[in-house]
């Protein structure tokens, strides 16, 4: 049981260059999110996904686009990297809202720089 | 949207000592659920401790309990007997009853020292 696992770890972006972020879980989570952690800042919820194919925008999703197709996955997208979203990302999963099912759990994080 | 406030950005103690990180909430909700979270100089997210808010009892975990006052929206951290891997942020996070997200405090830097 890996849990959440994230790739790359670490990538260097030029400004206006895309990448997809990815993140898988096998733990069947319903529930999965991307958050951004800037220095100074907690983490900040981009988007958030309650299952196969339904998705929502979180606290600041400009900049960045998400699918989920299957259970396990959850890809974030950044279609024109911006200086401005350089950060450590975090994917996180959860069984579900509410009751005990809504501890979420994270993946290693992939640090992001855009020049 | 609920707010999160850590007002300790850092704070240190010495090794074998309790020290007891402050975190402030605010909702107009009756039921939700409160995290503490670590993270080391890893950068791996790891949950300390859960509360529910409609739990009375303070919640325990080995050397890390909590005080959750649901009147004041307070919900301090206590690490007893601190230990040399202590060291990390600690976050603060609510998440609504019913709710996906996480909303999280800007963080405790702790810094145990021998």
């Known amino acids: 049981n890996a849990g959440v696992t994230q790739t790359p770890k670490f990538q260097v972006l030029k400004t206006g260059q895309s990448m997809t972020l990815q993140c898988a879980q096998d733990?069947?989570?319903?529930?999965m999110s991307w958050y951004r952690q800037d220095p100074g800042m907690g983490l900040r919820l981009i988007h958030y996904?309650?299952?196969?194919?339904?998705?929502d925008q979180g606290e600041v999703p400009n900049g960045y686009n998400v699918s989920r197709s299957t259970t396990e996955d959850f890809p974030l997208r950044l279609l024109s990297a911006a200086p401005s979203q350089t950060s450590v990302y975090f994917c996180?999963?959860?069984?579900?809202?509410?009751?005990?099912?809504?501890?979420?759990?994270f993946g290693p994080g992939t640090r992001l720089t855009v020049l | 949207a609920q707010t999160v406030t850590q007002s300790q950005p850092e704070m240190s103690v010495q090794e074998a000592e309790t020290v007891t990180l402050s975190c402030t909430y605010d909702?107009?909700?009756?039921?939700?659920?409160l995290f503490w979270y670590k993270q080391p100089p890893s950068r791996q997210m790891i949950l300390v401790i859960r509360?529910?808010?409609?739990?009375?009892q303070n919640a325990t975990e080995n050397r890390f309990s909590v005080n959750f006052q649901k009147a004041a929206k307070s919900f301090s951290l206590k690490i007893s007997d601190s230990q040399l891997g202590d060291t990390a942020m600690y976050f603060c996070?609510?998440?609504?009853?019913?709710?996906?997200?996480?909303?999280f405090g800007k963080g405790t830097s702790l810094l145990v020292t021998p």
């Open positions: 996180a999963s959860s069984l579900g809202a509410g009751g005990g099912s809504n501890t979420q759990y």
């Open positions: 733990m069947n989570h319903e529930y």
């Open positions: 996904s309650v299952g196969a194919g339904i998705t």
């Open positions: 909702t107009s909700e009756n039921n939700y659920y």
């Open positions: 509360q529910e808010a409609y739990k009375q």
């Open positions: 996070a609510f998440a609504n009853l019913n709710g996906y997200a996480l909303n």
